[in-house]
């Protein structure tokens, strides 16, 4: 079993700072990539960030530049620097397998705001 377990999110004013935390637990499946996705009210669950194996990353154009994803032996990071309103949303970690099935955390709510 793959269980991801997020932690980190919060209120925080514009301009701010966050760092989200993921622990993965269970080494069952061999992880071809991990990431962050970010679900804002009333939209799809998209793609924030992204590492895979060998290190490549992936970013959303709207967070280029601010957020910076990192993964250790058990843990997956967000740094979220300069935040802006439009981060508002329910951050998802996930883990991609090597049988290319998804798993997710239950999501961690982070709302910028003044």
């Known amino acids: 079993q793959v269980q991801l377990v997020e932690s980190g999110g919060g209120l925080v004013q514009p301009g701010g700072s966050l760092t989200l935390s993921c622990t993965i637990s269970g080494s069952a499946f061999r992880f071809v990539a991990v990431g962050w996705y970010r679900q804002a009210p009333g939209n799809q669950r998209d793609l924030v960030a992204s590492?895979?194996?060998?290190?490549s990353t992936n970013y959303a154009d709207s967070v280029k530049g601010r957020f910076t994803i990192a993964r250790d032996m058990n843990n997956v990071y967000l740094q979220m620097n300069s935040l802006k309103p439009e981060d508002t949303g329910v951050y998802y970690c996930n883990v991609r397998t090597e049988y290319n099935v998804d798993y997710w955390g239950q999501g961690t709510q982070v709302t910028v705001s003044s």
């Open positions: 590492i895979n194996r060998g290190g």
